[in-house]
């Protein structure tokens, strides 16, 4: 709108915004940008509004698509807006109806923040209370472990509750000794369970709340589909996807079809440290309808870890840092941010 005021006048309107491949060799690396168009009205839009059917003007011919009003062109620029940050066409148009036009007039950060976050607030958990069983299941690499060790920290950390650990990785080297080794720091019990006989004993003799780490190997593997079989014949349990946010959105669908028989009913959405936008993952997990549970935005245990809250996923699509105004979700109160000497001083690791 201020490039086309400062060629057209104060009076110009927008009349169109559309994404387009960048010039010259920034297009041909795939990055694009926002092309406006602009026009300026001859006469007042007071004069020349009409009650005719359809909001036509006078003159205007048969079949000819209505003129956009005001709030349109309001809202076209907010959509614009949303759409050069990243948010796809349906994302963003629909948290432009969020805003009234003098919203969309006298646009601020917040208002855009707020609008985009009462549009995402269906894809948040909410989760009140941690389940008997929350089984973290997901490709290799992309943060199983270090999540649950964040979760177990923060717990021990702020409300001086030990969850249980229990590590079923035995595919992978040294799997076992990492969530074992992060046990003893934090004084959680921990168990393990290398076979499906194993964790049947295991589950057998638990009564704590258990968070489950999964080896990342395919669920079609026999071991991995005989220990969700026996996850499945237990009451309280609760699955979360893991994904890195660097995810690309044909290999996030793909794991989400694969994962599929562990039956997932949350995401959680790792490594928003390591990408320059979550725009894709977050689109796939849009389109699957899966609340997101946490997000976790770097490798320090406990601190690097949120409860997903609307503000943070709004925040993280937007760019920007959801940062020291965001309070730290531990468990299921609301409370300070952790001291950065946290549990044993922190720990830093993959």
């Not at 839009?45 to 036509?56: I, K, Q, V």
């Not at 320059?276 to 601190?303: C, K, N, T, W, Y």
């Not at 870890?305 to 920007?320: F, I, Q, V």
């Amino acid at each position: 709108m201020e490039a086309a005021k400062k060629s057209l006048g104060p009076d110009a309107l927008l009349l169109s915004t559309e994404l387009v491949a960048a010039r010259g060799w920034r297009g041909w690396l795939g990055q694009r940008t926002v092309r406006v168009t602009g026009a300026l009205e001859r006469e007042p839009l007071s004069e020349t509004r009409t009650n005719a059917p359809g909001g036509r003007h006078p003159g205007d011919a048969p079949g000819v698509k209505p003129r956009p009003t005001r709030r349109d062109r309001a809202r076209a620029g907010v959509v614009a807006r949303l759409m050069a940050a990243g948010l796809d066409a349906t994302l963003a148009e629909a948290t432009a109806t969020h805003l009234s036009e003098a919203d969309c007039r006298n646009l601020s950060s917040g208002m855009l923040l707020g609008a985009l976050s009462t549009e995402l607030s269906g894809l948040v958990a909410n989760d009140g209370e941690y389940s008997k069983y929350e089984v973290f299941v997901g490709p290799p690499g992309v943060g199983k472990t270090t999540t649950i060790a964040k979760i177990a920290a923060q717990e021990r950390a702020g409300l001086g509750r030990a969850l249980g650990l229990i590590s079923t990785d035995g595919f992978r080297a040294g799997a076992i000794e990492h969530l074992r080794s992060y046990a003893a720091i934090i004084g959680a019990p921990f168990r393990a369970a290398r076979t499906a006989d194993e964790f049947k004993k295991v589950l057998a003799g638990t009564r704590s709340q258990q968070l489950v780490d999964t080896a990342g190997r395919a669920p079609t593997d026999d071991g991995f589909r005989d220990m969700l079989e026996l996850l499945n014949t237990h009451r309280g349990v609760r699955t979360h996807l893991v994904l890195a946010a660097d995810t690309s959105v044909p290999t996030a669908r793909r794991i989400f079809d694969k994962y599929a028989v562990a039956k997932p009913t949350r995401v959680v959405i790792t490594k928003l440290d390591e990408t320059d936008s979550v725009h894709r993952v977050f689109s796939v997990v849009r389109e699957r309808g899966l609340p997101v549970s946490f997000i976790a935005a770097g490798q320090r245990v406990p601190h690097d870890l949120e409860r997903a809250t609307p503000a943070w996923l709004a925040s993280a699509l937007l760019g920007e840092t959801a940062g020291a105004e965001a309070p730290a979700y531990i468990g299921s109160r609301t409370v300070g941010r952790p001291s950065r000497a946290g549990v044993d001083g922190g720990v830093a690791c993959r």
